[in-house]
Each structure stands twice: as C-alpha cells, then as structure tokens.
C-alpha cells in the first residue's frame, strides 16, 4: 500500500512545476473560500476588470494610447451602469412587487382552476390529491412571505452594502485597468522564477474562458431582447422579468431552461388557464430555446467549453453548493479551468515518460 503511494506520489508530484501549480491552486481555492465573503468587492472588480480589458486591448490595436483606452472603455462601463440603475432596476423591482402583490389572486385563481380537475378528469385526479396540492401552495406563498418580510427588514444593511458596492468597485475597476501592468508586475515578485506550466495552463483557461464568457453574455442579450418582445406581443404579465430571468438561465445549461420551463408554464397558466394563449405562450418558449440551442449557442460558442453534459452539471451542482448563487454564474469557467489543469498535468506526466 505504502509503495503504490509512493509511485503515485513520485510520479505526480516530483515535478517541481506540478507542485507549484498545484500549490497556487490551493491557495486560490482557500482564499476564496474562507475569506470570499469579506473581498467580494474585490473579486467583482477583478471579474469586470479582466472582461473590460478584453475591449481596451482591441482599442488598444487600433493605436490608442492605454490611458484614452481604459478612460473610452470605463466610460461606457458606467454609462452602462447608469442606465441599468436608473431604468432597468426599477421597472425589475416594480414588476417584483407587482408579482408579490398579486400572488394571494394568483393562488386564489390556480385553487379555483384545480378544484374543477376531479369534476373534469375523475379517472385521473382525485379530490384528495388536489387537496394536497392545495396545501402544497399555501405552505410555498407563507413561507415565500416570511421571506419577503425578512428581506425587507434587512433591506437597510443590504442598501448600505450597495452603495459600498457602487462606489468602491468603479474606483477599483478603473486603476485595475489604467495600472494592469504594475499590478501584475507587483505580484509577479511573489512568484517563482519558473513558471512554465501554470503560464500554460492560464493561457488555455483565458482563452477558454474568455470566449466563454464573451459568447454567453451575447447569448444572454439576444435571448432576453427575444423573449421580451415576444411575451410582450403575446401579453404575458411581468413580460420583463420573465424575460430577465429567461436570459439569465443559458448561463445555467441544462438546469437553467428546466426551471424556467416551469417556471413559464405556472405564469401562463394562472393568467390563461386552459387556454390557446397558454399554449401559444408555451409553444413561443419552446422555440426560443430550440433557436438557442440549436443555433445560436453553437454559433457564439463554437469550439469554447470541450465539457461532457455530465461534467457540466456536476460542475454546477458542486460549485452551487459551495457558493450558492456566484457558484452557478462561474460554474463552467471553474470546471474549464479544472479541466484545463488535467489536461496540462497529465500531458506533463506524458512528455516526462512515466507509466500511464
């Protein structure tokens, strides 16, 4: 048993390039485990400053100065930001509230509508089972209004956490862009002299995931300009916010549409019923994703995240388990980058002629 360890052990981690690989990815790890919380406006700056930069490298090809650059670049950044803040959350929060309003009529109607599916269907639903659902319901809204309560009453700290946000990650942004050099040439100092695996590993993840993010956040655009139009057309409630929510779930494959899917289907539902709106409404979000699927995310996302469909969704569970929200967003990047590392290491343990 001791000498299998050993081999293993020599045959992986004797190259001094695969233990300081594997070193900084434990460090990274760490960090943004334990202490993640305290430097998310950190991690949200380094986030945008390293999407951002992508745009000021292409103006900077076009012979502007890096300075004119990042200043062209930050400045739509913001403009961007004025106009989400200024329009788009407020017509979001507005239709949220509408939702909350709504949902004892909401529920009041879907009651009424399943009451009648054992008079309707009596070899299929019973009046038990209907009753269960009911029950199901009522418990889902009370808990969903404690909820909504309890964010209410934090809503001053949380209030307070966004205007940090607002101020300090700008700021940050900003000097990450204008002094990426001094920055990277800072850190550098804590480095080895040698680093030829990790720079390879990082140049195949930056590609990949740069691509990646690149092509979902044009995949996003599209499918939520789309899907507004469309359920605005059709007259769906809260047009907005579906589609909002809509175009937010391709960055969760698989998972994401499901849920929507449902999600869907209980909104028409309540506001058609039985009817040919539902089932056009219904037939709309089918083909906007067959499009998606079919056509558009092969077209923005040719080549970029080689990744099994079982490692996707792996990779979206654990990275969702471990850091809830932000762990779905950057599930792929961080399952591109672990495969990026395997690939990097094992090819190593090729090239050196150990056994395979």
Do not use: C
């Amino acid at each position: 048993m001791f000498e299998l360890l050993k081999t293993w052990k020599e045959r992986h981690f004797s190259d001094p390039q695969r233990v300081i690989l594997g070193f900084m990815l434990l460090v990274g790890a760490g960090l943004v485990y334990f202490v993640g919380s305290l430097l998310t406006p950190v991690f949200i700056a380094v986030i945008i400053a390293y999407l951002l930069d992508g745009i000021v490298v292409l103006l900077q090809r076009s012979h502007l100065p890096r300075l004119a650059s990042v200043t062209i670049v930050f400045m739509v950044f913001m403009a961007g930001m004025v106009v989400m803040m200024l329009w788009l959350l407020p017509l979001t929060v507005k239709q949220v509230s509408q939702l909350v309003q709504q949902l004892p009529g909401m529920l009041a109607s879907v009651q009424s509508q399943l009451l009648q599916l054992p008079t309707t269907y009596p070899e299929l639903i019973s009046k038990n089972q209907v009753s269960q659902v009911i029950d199901f319901l009522n418990t889902g809204i009370s808990t969903l209004g404690k909820r909504v309560l309890t964010i209410s009453l934090a809503s001053v700290v949380g209030l307070i956490h966004l205007v940090v946000y607002l101020v300090l990650v700008p700021f940050m942004v900003f000097f990450m862009l204008k002094d990426k050099a001094a920055i990277l040439a800072w850190g550098r100092r804590f480095l080895p002299d040698n680093m030829d695996l990790t720079e390879s590993v990082w140049q195949e993840a930056n590609v990949q995931v740069t691509n990646y993010i690149r092509g979902k956040g044009w995949e996003l655009l599209i499918i939520w300009a789309v899907s507004f139009a469309v359920f605005r057309a059709l007259g769906l409630q809260f047009s907005l916010l579906i589609s909002l929510f809509v175009g937010l779930s391709v960055i969760i494959p698989y998972i994401g549409v499901t849920v929507m899917g449902f999600v869907m289907a209980l909104i028409a539902f309540i506001q058609w019923g039985w009817s040919g709106e539902f089932a056009s409404a219904m037939i709309a979000y089918a083909v906007i994703q067959i499009i998606d699927g079919n056509l558009l995310a092969p077209l923005l996302l040719s080549g970029v995240v080689n990744l099994h469909p079982v490692a996707i969704v792996v990779a979206i569970l654990l990275f969702g388990g471990l850091w809830g929200l932000w762990g779905l967003f950057f599930a792929i990047p961080l399952a591109t980058l672990i495969n990026a590392v395997l690939k990097a290491w094992f090819a190593r343990v090729e090239h050196r002629g150990d056994p395979a």
